[in-house]
């Protein structure tokens, strides 16, 4: 059974025009983290929540907003998507922080 | 900053031969390290971490600090082996530093 399930798998926008992916859990884990994977890179942590509580990482542009309205459910916005946007976007969740991460298969994102 | 270094984008070996990833981490403090792998079509998954000092479907990995590595070792490739694998470090910020990954071909 899927723990951590992203939809959509993939995903088409363009340029410019707002996006929203999502990601729900059945594990009633504490932490939901999003990450970004660009072609050939290793993954790269956007923002997490443990609970409510929000934690952005320095350097994520902007134009990413995420949103938890409840455990269960996670959302990834891009305002304005760029082209170099265009990834593969993970979520991942675990039950406290120093627990193992559980990821959902990835939505990738394509911008034309 | 916390880094996390795999020098190889591929490994290719034979069935039965010995394998072995590489590894290497920068970081000042006391590091926990992990080895997540993603097989084909399947999503990233936990394959160990060192605090466990445990071996996965044949796979260990010892954390040596003097050399700041956390190689991946097995001694005998296997076909179901061939994955992405990709070396993590958790600095306790609450977040995992991953490395870029190495592909593993394990040919018949």
């Known amino acids: 059974d899927a723990m951590v399930i992203q939809n959509p798998r993939y995903q088409v926008t363009q340029f410019g025009k707002p996006v929203t992916l999502s990601c729900s859990q059945t594990?009633?884990?504490?932490?939901m983290y999003w990450y970004q994977q660009k072609s050939s890179q290793a993954p790269k942590l956007l923002f997490h929540?443990?609970?409510?509580?929000?934690?952005n990482e320095a350097d994520t542009p902007d134009n990413f907003q995420s949103r938890r309205p409840n455990t269960s459910f996670c959302f990834l916005d891009i305002r304005s998507p760029g082209l170099g946007d265009a990834a593969m976007y993970l979520c991942?969740?675990?039950?406290?922080?120093?627990?193992?991460?559980?990821f959902g298969p990835g939505t990738r994102l394509t911008v034309l | 900053a916390q880094r996390v270094t795999q020098p190889e984008k591929l490994l290719s070996v034979f069935k039965g031969a010995p394998v072995e990833l590489k590894c290497n981490y920068s970081?000042?403090?006391?590091?926990?390290l992990f080895w997540y792998v993603q097989y084909s079509r399947q999503r990233l998954q936990l394959l160990l971490r060192?605090?466990s000092r445990e071996s996965i479907k044949g796979f260990t990995a010892d954390l040596n600090k003097g050399e700041t590595s956390f190689h991946l070792k097995k001694p005998f490739a296997q076909e179901e082996d061939s994955a992405m694998y990709y070396c993590?470090?958790?600095?306790?910020?609450?977040?995992?530093?991953f490395g870029s990954g190495t592909r593993l071909q394990v040919q018949p």
């Open positions: 991942a969740t675990s039950r406290d922080y120093t627990d193992t991460q559980y």
């Open positions: 929540y443990y609970d409510k509580d929000f934690n």
């Open positions: 993590a470090l958790d600095t306790g910020r609450r977040a995992l530093t």
């Open positions: 594990l009633n884990h504490n932490v």
């Open positions: 970081y000042s403090g006391s590091p926990e």
């Open positions: 060192h605090i």
